[in-house]
């Protein structure tokens, strides 16, 4: 399932961000890729662990634990710290497929990535190309949202950056571990769960509502790793 976050951050908060990174240290984006991304990948990020990196990126995290959408979409158990990165003069990221575990930097800690997070921090005005394009069962979607705005993907999917051939694309990246590890079962429960909030919604009485809550925690029961 691809979704669209609208304003995940404010407009005040994009650019926040956007000061602090700018004036932040970057290096070439392949010290975080694997062996075979490494070969596809063209582009700058600012170090893992980095301070500005650490304090949008807390941020981000904050926002999304607040974010109600999320929160269904993702079953979130634990995000990784976001990674910021820049393309700009062609740069690029062909095809690949993220990796499956990450370690958390500074920590013993790894997390599975069962879910891709970008968010976008500059608008689509502001560059050509840099199209985030993801591939999954019903084909090829290009992705270029306004500041603030996040996509989410499963992580199993391949994707690429198109070349950014004018102006700076400037994003944050990262990825969820879910309670839920598998995309079609996480996709039942948030659908059900948008079924029901609509329901309550509309006919707050109606005794379905009690019955179909229950079946949205007992599958969550049996399905979720925590
Ligand atoms: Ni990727």
Redesign the pocket.
């Known amino acids: 399932m691809l979704l669209n976050l609208p304003n995940v951050l404010t407009p005040d908060q994009v650019a926040t961000s956007r000061r602090i990174l700018e004036a932040a240290d970057w290096i070439d984006g392949k010290v975080t890729a694997g062996y075979q991304?490494a070969q596809a990948k063209d582009n700058q990020q600012i170090p893992e662990g980095h301070p500005a990196a650490r304090q949008i990126g807390e941020l981000i995290v904050k926002a999304l634990g607040l974010n109600p959408l999320f929160i269904a979409a993702a079953l979130p158990r634990q995000v990784f710290p976001p990674l910021f990165n820049r393309y700009s003069g062609g740069q690029r990221?062909d095809t690949?497929v993220?990796n499956a575990i990450r370690q958390i930097p500074g920590t013993p800690h790894r997390i599975r990535t069962d879910l891709?997070a970008t968010l976008f921090l500059a608008g689509p005005e502001e560059y050509d190309g840099g199209e985030l394009c993801v591939e999954d069962t019903y084909g090829v979607h290009e992705v270029k949202l306004p500041p603030g705005h996040m996509i989410l993907y499963p992580a199993t999917s391949l994707?690429q950056v198109k070349p950014v051939t004018r102006g700076t694309r400037l994003c944050a990246f990262f990825w969820i571990q879910s309670m839920v590890r598998d995309d079609g079962r996480r996709a039942l429960l948030f659908d059900l769960d948008v079924g029901l909030q609509r329901l309550n919604r509309d006919h707050p009485e109606h005794p379905s509502a009690v019955q179909l809550t229950g079946v949205y925690h007992n599958l969550l029961r049996q399905w979720a790793d925590l």
Do not use: K
Request: proline share 0%.
């Open positions: 991304s990221f690949h993220d891709s994707h």
